[in-house]
C-alpha cells in the first residue's frame, strides 16, 4: 500500500481538482470528493479497507442539466479464449438535482457538504431523493431512468458520434476484462483443475492447453459517464449488477438481459426467450466485425 500510495501522491502531488474516493462498498456507499492528496493519504493510513480512487470528470456531458450514466451489460462465457457479448439493451441513470460544478478554485469540496444526488448517478442513492422520478411507462426518455436506446437518439441531437462512442465504450470493456484475464485464468487452472482441455502432446510455444470448458461464466454492469467531448470513461464494473425490477423500463430490458444471457450460457431456452423479439448480446471473440447473438443474424 505504502508504494501504490506513493507513487499515486508523485504522479498527482500538481493535481488539484475533486477525486471521487471509493471505498470497497456497492450502491454509492462510502464515496466522498476532495483535492487534498494529504486527506487522501490519511484516510487511507487510518482505513484497513481497500480503496479506489478516480479522477473526477470535471466536464460530464448533461441531458436536461443533469449528469448521468450508462449501465452496459456485458456477459463472459470463456476467458481462454475470451468470449465477450455486449448486450444491446441497456440503461441510463440520472443523477436527481441539476449538475453545477464547484466554484471553489483549488477544487475542494467539503465532506459534509458533498451532494449526493448532484454527484452521483448511482439509482439507489437517486431514488431516495424526493424529487427523484421513475421512468413511464409510455415514455423512456423522461425520469430518472432512461433506455440506452435513447440515450444513442440523445446523442444524435447533441451533435455526438454514435457508432464512435459505441467503438470506445467497446475498446474500454475488451481491454477492462483483458487487464484481469491472466488472473482469472490461473485461478480456473487451480480452483477447476479439470476445466481446460490439454493438448497431448503441447507444442513446444504452447502452454499445455488450449481452451476452458464451460464451467464458469459472468454477466457484469459496466458502468461508463461521458464527458462533453463524447469521451468515454469508465467508473466502475460491478461483479453483480442489480436485476431489481422497480419500473416497467426496468423490467423490459432487464428481462432480455436475463434471459438471453440463460441462452448464451447454453441453458434449456423457454418460451420467453422466442417472445422478446430483437435485441441481444453481441460478440466480441477477437473477430474484427462484431456480430449479433441473438436477433438480426
Known amino acids: 500500500m505504502f508504494s501504490t500510495m506513493s507513487y499515486f501522491l508523485l504522479k498527482f502531488d500538481t493535481f488539484s481538482t475533486y477525486f471521487k474516493y471509493l471505498i470497497g462498498a456497492s450502491c454509492g456507499r462510502g464515496i466522498f470528493i476532495t483535492g487534498d492528496l494529504v486527506e487522501i493519504e ?4 487510518l482505513s484497513e479497507d481497500t480503496w479506489v480512487v478516480e479522477e473526477y470528470v470535471m466536464n460530464p456531458l448533461l441531458w436536461d442539466g443533469f449528469k448521468f450514466d450508462m449501465r452496459i451489460y456485458v456477459a463472459v462465457t470463456s476467458f481462454l479464449p475470451l468470449k465477450v457479448y455486449l448486450h ?4 441510463a441513470r440520472l443523477a436527481s438535482s441539476p449538475y453545477q460544478p464547484n466554484d471553489n478554485k483549488e477544487g475542494e469540496e467539503k465532506e ?3 451532494d449526493v444526488f448532484r454527484h452521483l448517478t448511482n439509482y439507489s442513492i437517486n431514488k431516495q431523493n424526493p424529487s427523484f422520478q421513475q421512468p413511464s411507462s409510455k415514455n423512456e ?9 435513447s440515450v444513442w ?4 441531437e447533441v451533435g455526438g458520434d ?26 480456473l487452472l487451480m480452483y477447476l483443475p479439470n476445466s481446460h482441455i490439454r493438448t497431448s502432446p503441447p507444442p513446444n510455444d504452447q502452454p499445455p492447453f488450449t481452451s476452458l470448458k464451460k464451467s ?10 461521458l464527458d462533453d467531448e463524447f469521451k468515454a470513461w469508465l467508473l466502475e464494473v460491478n461483479l453483480s449488477p442489480s436485476l431489481n425490477t422497480d419500473s416497467c423500463l426496468d423490467l423490459r430490458v432487464k428481462s432480455k438481459v436475463f434471459n438471453h444471457f440463460i441462452l448464451i ?3 434449456q431456452p423457454t418460451e420467453i426467450l422466442f417472445e422478446l423479439g430483437g435485441g441481444g448480446f453481441v460478440q466480441f471473440d477477437g473477430d474484427s466485425s462484431p456480430r449479433p447473438f441473438i436477433g438480426g443474424v
Open 42 to 45: 490519511r484516510r487511507i493510513s
Open 88 to 91: 444491446e439493451e441497456g440503461l
Open 112 to 114: 459534509e457538504e458533498f
Open 141 to 149: 426518455t423522461n425520469g430518472g431512468k432512461r433506455s440506452l436506446e
Open 153 to 156: 437518439t440523445y446523442l444524435q
Open 162 to 187: 454514435v457508432a464512435g462512442v459505441k467503438e470506445k465504450i467497446r475498446d474500454i470493456v475488451v481491454k477492462t476484462l483483458i487487464s484481469i484475464e491472466p488472473a482469472v485464468v490461473s485461478s
Open 216 to 225: 464458469c461464466f459472468q454477466l457484469f454492469g459496466f458502468d461508463i459517464l
Open 265 to 267: 450460457i447454453s441453458f
